[in-house]
């Protein structure tokens, strides 16, 4: 019984040491995840990265050091996200099939559960903003297609010609996926497996940035910014401005969101589903989400998330090469990775 | 001891009783829940409701009779309500403030976790099989637009003449709607809770029709299709067409299917919790799904869902005054109701 005592005491101070060791991140991003390989990276191309990643955190560290909203934090981040035309969002957007660029969004704010997206906007400069004012501004949570571009123009947002977003590297993008979707697809109803209307370029669908933030105040909020998928027909739209697939916020359990291979996302309902592991199942932020991504790989779906609890616990898992990610601490430590 | 084990035999003759005497369902439909009042209805108009919730589970159940799939049934189903103009899903869909049609709908595999779901269609004729051609005939899960509407079209799916959902009884109901609307809401964004934009009627937002079947194989599918919220602007898409929040299913738990105030629905992914709560914290169908629908109204939602288990078991929790809903066993006894 004595031995006893003394162990349990034991494995009390451990814990206690282990707690004050613990790190309380107050924020988390992510710049999409996939084959993210270093041999066919350049230092330079890797700094551009590791340097607008930091810039990200950095403006949403500000927001939060001086008091701001973990909400203020994920539209400051996600904007320089957006503004760089090296990630999936925003001014960097890949092309649709016709040329365009069709850009998704959404934000939740874990203490209200109040939530908005966009999706198919093509003139709104920051989509994760389109997708703030219809939280706050509109009784919808969800508003598509030029609707939507209205919407952020009523509302007043910076809106810009569809021109903003070409950027030579995704039209070549756009190019290349043709010439190999032409070699690859057949458009024949008919057959099985070839018969699938639409277009198999798996390798251009991981560009999205997200972010996950938690305020003075204790409070969460998570966004998720796209420009959806390379060559994608028929107004597909993936699990970003998807609430509960690509995006979910709640104080109670975490905030998420996700990047990789949309459909599987939004058939798992990923991030609803790490919040519910950890609500109904008492799971880790950690346990949870990688249980959740491992449902989508067992269904042969690929990609990764970031998610951070109320206590400043975060997890980045991803099942690809690599994920744009970063993270900062409450002293305002940065770390940023792409590879595994 | 003794006394204890004959308890315990009286407590598992009851339980098998029970079992035995409980009915199995194989489908359950509604609607659309809201404020249906008896002292509003004609006995004539209730009565045309009652024949077509009939009609519509006699067409599912005639599927699963025939051995074929629990997504046959759901279509089946639904093409009756979607062609029936009084439900507002189909023929009978509701008008946006622009004084267009757009449907939206979503269907999804118990078994194969596939889904499909389409937004903002305004030519596809039955909105339902539309979701099904996203979900079977491309790799996509969800299409919205003009795009949806072109995809329908290459998939060999009847279009019609955007007139086709013209209604005199729809068109009446905008109208009346913009009239309150103009005299209610003020286009002001400076005050904070006049000033949203957007439209505040919420006594129009509950038509949408749904179904849940299970077919002789012992799989789920549900579906659910909407014409949207009357005079509803910038593109505003609601809960029916989200994997998670209007419609879900899962061979494991449940099948579900919502109506009612979608925003509230996509805030608290109910169908996926509804999945979620019967997987995580083993709760029955009935159970999840009336904790589902409470976390709605506290929030200041209303609406109703129905679900069907794997056994049969089924659930059609509502808060409002009614919703139009059915079920049919599988020795093919069915039940219609309105109201509470």
Redo the contacts between chains.
């Keep these: 019984m004595k031995l006893f005592k003394i162990f349990s005491l034991f494995m009390l101070l451990a814990l206690a040491v282990n707690v004050s060791a613990q790190k309380k991140y107050v924020m988390v991003i992510h710049g999409g995840a996939g084959t993210i390989l270093k041999k066919n990276m350049t230092p330079e191309k890797e700094a551009t990265y590791v340097a607008t990643l930091t810039k990200a955190l950095q403006a949403g560290y500000a927001e939060i050091k001086a008091g701001k909203s973990s909400l203020d934090a994920v539209e400051a981040t996600i904007h320089v996200l957006e503004n760089d035309p090296h990630f999936n969002a925003g001014k960097g957007a890949v092309f649709t099939h016709d040329g365009r660029n069709e850009l998704d969004a959404a934000i939740m704010d874990g203490k209200t559960?109040?939530?908005g997206a966009v999706?198919?906007v093509t003139t709104v400069k920051n989509p994760i903003s389109a997708a703030r004012a219809v939280m706050e501004?509109?009784?919808?949570?969800?508003?598509?297609?030029?609707?939507?571009d209205?919407?952020a123009k009523?509302?007043?947002l910076e809106i810009v010609d569809p021109k903003y977003f070409w950027t030579k590297e995704r039209w070549d993008g756009l190019q290349e996926a043709i010439k190999e979707d032409s070699t690859k697809a057949v458009l024949d109803?008919g057959s099985k497996k070839s018969?699938?209307?639409?277009?198999?370029n798996h390798d251009y669908k991981f560009g999205t940035v997200g972010c996950v933030a938690l305020d003075q105040a204790g409070n969460l909020a998570s966004g998720t910014s796209t420009g959806g998928m390379t060559n994608k027909?028929?107004?597909?739209?993936?699990d970003a401005p998807?609430?509960?697939?690509g995006t979910?916020c709640n104080n109670e359990t975490a905030g998420i969101s996700c990047t990789g291979w949309?459909?599987f996302y939004?058939?798992?309902?990923v991030a609803?589903?790490i919040s519910?592991?950890m609500e109904?199942?008492g799971l880790s932020v950690a346990e949870a989400s990688k249980m959740a991504l491992d449902k989508v790989g067992k269904?042969g779906g690929d990609g990764g998330l970031i998610a951070l609890d109320k206590k400043g616990n975060v997890a980045m898992p991803f099942n690809t090469e690599g994920m744009y990610r970063g993270t900062i601490t409450a002293d305002g430590k940065i770390e940023v990775s792409i590879y595994k």
């Design positions: 559960l109040m939530a999706a198919g501004k509109s009784e919808h949570v969800m508003m598509v297609g030029s609707g939507a209205l919407f009523d509302a007043g109803l018969g699938l209307l639409g277009i198999k027909k028929y107004g597909r739209v993936g998807i609430i509960g697939a979910y949309g459909e939004i058939r798992n309902v609803k589903t519910d592991l109904y199942k269904m």
